[in-house]
């Protein structure tokens, strides 16, 4: 396997930071291990977050789905602020420290207790808020603390001009992740009437394994990044020195931000564009079931198929980003994924895109294609517009997400690069609760779903607006004089 610091050059930069130099990037193995760490860590977000555990929870647990998703929303606010305050914090941390893969070890080991520990959450508990808010906060946090680690390690690996494809090779198999675990989930516990390894449907143990699940899969996916992937080395601090110096660097950065003008207006437009796009994976679902009725396995198939989209989406993202450069890439992706969203929300049970009629009565299936999608139930042509329309636009989010992350690898001093990312993950988590905070108000004060859900654009055109004042070019550590 090749070492990436076989010629390396370390030494102390202006303004105290440590900056190291790779003169050959890693092998198709380390490569492998950074990008499969996707896979592993994916699955966790599906499983928990989104299809399965988070439904199990309002609905089973809680027993009253809008006190369920109030309480949910609590949780996640928690360990959305955790993130914001500290994961800048770990990340400075570790650019004073060096190596990333300690902190990623430990930071995983503790997301997978977090996960495990949502087993005991079930019906009829004492404390069922307290218990699951414990093990998500713990999971959640911990697990963003190990992304930051891990995107912090990318410039460290690959060449500037393969950052595009390597971050869309991983953005990829992070939703292939997904897909398989879920498939397995779905095929072994959630279909059958009597689920694998004897579990009881009734006392809701085939929802309840999702965390142990998750748990389990990101330990036996994460073990090649440990194995391969080749880590920075040691700046020589002891733990104790280089918790101070990492303190003492995110509060220097914060307040040299002024210096930093690129970088923070890229941060800034990067968290706008992101939380809407977010909300808008939010929202369709409801959305969906608002206009079609759609029942939760519909709108699940529906997100698959989402995800199965962005996959050879985000490599695509990954070559043209390499090609046209980061800036680009995320500005073409986003307008295209805000001009779907308006299409979108044109469609309705009369019709598509605002101007093209389709209907609510059911169609004959006249092909395998059309049997398949009556049988998953998408049965009328409004409903088959909106799912491709849906797929369309889920197209475009892999390439933006993928480039987000590339264009801070570009423009970010390299001494300081885990430091920006955990800013990165600040920004991506600090106002994640605006965007559908928006569309809530504007929901019920125009009483339409629809001009809820449209007004998440003005996110993605702020966005997109300060996007056009950004440069693609690497920044300099600061120089106090």
């Not at 959305?80 to 990623?104: E, H, M, N, V, Y």
């Not at 198939?301 to 890439?329: C, E, H, N, R």
């Not at 992350?405 to 993950?425: D, N, V």
């Amino acid at each position: 396997m090749t070492n990436i610091y076989e010629e390396e050059l370390t030494h102390e930069q202006p303004g105290g930071h440590m900056a190291v130099h790779a003169a050959t990037p890693a092998g198709k193995l380390g490569i492998f291990g950074w990008s499969i760490f996707d896979w592993a860590l994916n699955p966790y977000f599906i499983l928990v977050n989104i299809f399965v555990f988070a439904p199990y929870f309002s609905a089973e647990v809680i027993g009253d789905k809008v006190q369920g998703q109030a309480s949910w929303g609590y949780i996640q606010a928690i360990a959305g602020a955790s993130i914001a305050l500290l994961s800048p914090f770990f990340g400075s941390l570790a650019d004073a420290a060096g190596p990333r893969k300690p902190g990623i070890l430990v930071f995983s080991l503790l997301a997978c207790t977090g996960m495990a520990s949502l087993w005991y959450v079930m019906p009829g508990m004492e404390y069922p808020i307290l218990q699951t808010a414990i093990g998500v906060v713990i999971a959640a946090t911990c697990l963003e603390f190990a992304i930051v680690y891990h995107n912090a390690m990318l410039p460290a690996i690959v060449s500037p001009r393969r950052m595009g494809f390597v971050s869309g090779l991983g953005i990829a198999t992070g939703y292939l992740g997904a897909i398989f675990a879920f498939l397995v989930w779905l095929l072994l516990f959630g279909l059958p009437e009597v689920p694998a390894l004897g579990l009881d449907k009734a006392a809701q143990e085939h929802n309840r394994l999702v965390g142990p699940l998750a748990a389990l899969w990101f330990v036996i996916f994460a073990l090649p990044f440990f194995l391969f992937t080749p880590d920075q080395p040691r700046t020589g601090l002891s733990r104790m020195d280089a918790a101070k110096k990492g303190i003492a660097m995110v509060i220097g950065t914060l307040g040299k931000l002024p210096y930093y003008k690129n970088i923070a207006t890229y941060l800034v437009a990067r968290m706008v564009y992101y939380d809407g796009q977010s909300a808008v994976f939010i929202f369709t679902g409801v959305y969906a079931a608002g206009i079609f009725d759609w029942p939760t396995t519909q709108i699940g198939i529906y997100g698959l198929l989402i995800i199965m989209a962005q996959v050879p989406s985000s490599l695509l993202g990954g070559w043209l980003d390499d090609k046209f450069g980061s800036k680009a890439t995320i500005v073409g992706a986003v307008s295209l994924f805000a001009l779907g969203l308006l299409l979108l929300v044109g469609t309705t049970e009369t019709a598509a895109a605002f101007f093209i009629p389709v209907s609510m009565e059911p169609l004959e299936p006249l092909s395998f294609i059309g049997s398949t999608l009556n049988a998953a139930g998408f049965e009328t042509s409004a409903e088959r517009a909106f799912l491709l329309l849906g797929v369309l636009t889920g197209l475009f989010a892999g390439p933006s997400i993928s480039s987000s992350r590339t264009m801070l690898a570009r423009i970010a001093p390299p001494s300081m690069m885990a430091e920006f990312f955990g800013l990165y993950a600040l920004c991506g988590k600090a106002t994640s609760f605006m965007a559908p905070l928006t569309v809530a108000i504007v929901t019920s004060a125009m009483n339409s779903q629809r001009i809820g859900l449209a007004s998440v654009l003005v996110f993605m055109v702020v966005g997109l607006g300060l996007m056009v004042f950004v440069r693609e070019e690497q920044s300099t550590a600061h120089t106090e004089h």
